[in-house]
């Protein structure tokens, strides 16, 4: 059990180009204006200097050549220096964290995408994160075949092109998807389910819903309660 704070450390989750970062966007605003609990908005990989250098290898597909569990303790690696240096203090501080993506990655897209054995990485989560677990984890659902879409649709604006993961064929992000939709089933009371699929105004009231649903004094101005705790 975490010690008592006024603030939350919020996930989100899903497959590429679900719209987490423009949803992390919008509950950052809403939260801001409706509870006085200061929020920091940060991502995985990444979130501080050397977990940020960590991904630059990550993305570029540079440690692709070592497998999946060179990636998976990189990624480890970072989130270790992300938690210590950010994420727990921004938490003792009882600021609200609203992270992209987070431990459940690893699990789906090392783990159940990349062919990891489940028991190594849950045994890698637990020496990495700890007792620093999300008390809320939206999981952006969407047809992967709509978010590779969304993703090339922006990176054609932008330029750029597919990352080491975007590059990787559809049967993969298929799996990342039910990867993610049996954490979500195995882990209801952590985990809700957003249709990622319908436009960002209504995808922003779904969340805006859960965490009334989940944490009502982040959006309510209710009295926190054990929730936070
Ligand atoms: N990874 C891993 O393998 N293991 C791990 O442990 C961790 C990560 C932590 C990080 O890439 C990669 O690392 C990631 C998994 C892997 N795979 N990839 N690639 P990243 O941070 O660069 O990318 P991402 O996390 O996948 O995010 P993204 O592709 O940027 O997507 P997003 O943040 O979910 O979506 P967005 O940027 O908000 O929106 C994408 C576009 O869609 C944009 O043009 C929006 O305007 C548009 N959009 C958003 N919402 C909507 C709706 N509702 N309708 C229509 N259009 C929309």
Same mark, same amino acid.
């Given at each position: 059990?975490?010690?008592?704070?006024?603030?939350?450390?919020?996930?989100?989750?899903?497959g590429e180009g679900?719209?987490?970062?423009?949803?992390?966007?919008?509950?950052?605003?809403?939260?801001?204006?409706?509870?006085? #609990?200061?929020?920091?908005?940060?991502?995985?990989?990444? !979130?501080? &200097? $050397? %977990?940020? /250098?960590?991904?630059?290898?990550?993305? +570029?597909?540079?440690?692709?050549?070592?497998?999946?569990?060179?990636?998976?303790?990189?990624?480890?690696?970072?989130?270790?220096?992300?938690?210590?240096?950010?994420?727990?203090?921004?938490?003792?501080?009882?600021?609200?964290?609203?992270?992209?993506?987070?431990?459940?990655?690893?699990?789906?897209?090392?783990?159940?995408a990349?062919?990891?054995?489940?028991?190594?990485?849950?045994?890698?989560?637990?020496?990495?994160?700890?007792?620093?677990?999300?008390?809320?984890?939206? #999981?952006?659902?969407l047809d992967p075949a709509?978010g590779l !879409?969304? &993703? $090339? %649709?922006? /990176?054609?604006?932008?330029?750029?092109? +597919?990352?080491?993961f975007e590059?990787e064929a559809l049967g993969f992000h298929t799996r990342l998807r039910e990867?993610?939709?049996?954490?979500?089933?195995?882990?209801?009371?952590?985990?809700?389910?957003?249709?990622?699929?319908?436009?960002?105004?209504?995808?922003?009231?779904?969340?805006?819903?859960?965490?009334?649903?989940?944490?009502?004094?982040?959006?309510?101005?209710?009295?926190?309660?054990?929730?936070?705790?």
């Amino acid at each position: 059990m975490q010690a008592r704070r006024s603030g939350a450390f919020i996930t989100f989750e899903g497959g590429e180009g679900a719209g987490k970062s423009t949803q992390i966007g919008r509950l950052a605003v809403r939260l801001r204006g409706a509870s006085s #609990i200061p929020v920091v908005t940060t991502r995985e990989p990444g !979130g501080s &200097a $050397k %977990a940020e /250098a960590i991904r630059e290898a990550l993305l +570029a597909g540079t440690v692709k050549r070592h497998g999946p569990f060179a990636e998976a303790l990189l990624f480890s690696a970072a989130r270790i220096d992300h938690l210590d240096t950010m994420i727990r203090p921004a938490l003792a501080r009882g600021e609200t964290v609203l992270c992209d993506r987070f431990a459940d990655s690893t699990r789906a897209y090392q783990g159940a995408a990349g062919g990891l054995d489940p028991a190594l990485l849950s045994a890698l989560e637990r020496v990495v994160i700890g007792n620093t677990r999300p008390d809320l984890t939206l #999981i952006l659902d969407l047809d992967p075949a709509i978010g590779l !879409g969304r &993703a $090339k %649709a922006r /990176a054609g604006e932008g330029g750029g092109g +597919a990352d080491r993961f975007e590059a990787e064929a559809l049967g993969f992000h298929t799996r990342l998807r039910e990867a993610f939709l049996a954490i979500a089933a195995s882990e209801p009371e952590r985990c809700v389910v957003i249709d990622a699929g319908l436009s960002v105004d209504a995808v922003e009231e779904a969340i805006a819903a859960a965490i009334i649903a989940r944490l009502p004094h982040h959006l309510t101005g209710a009295e926190a309660t054990d929730d936070a705790a």
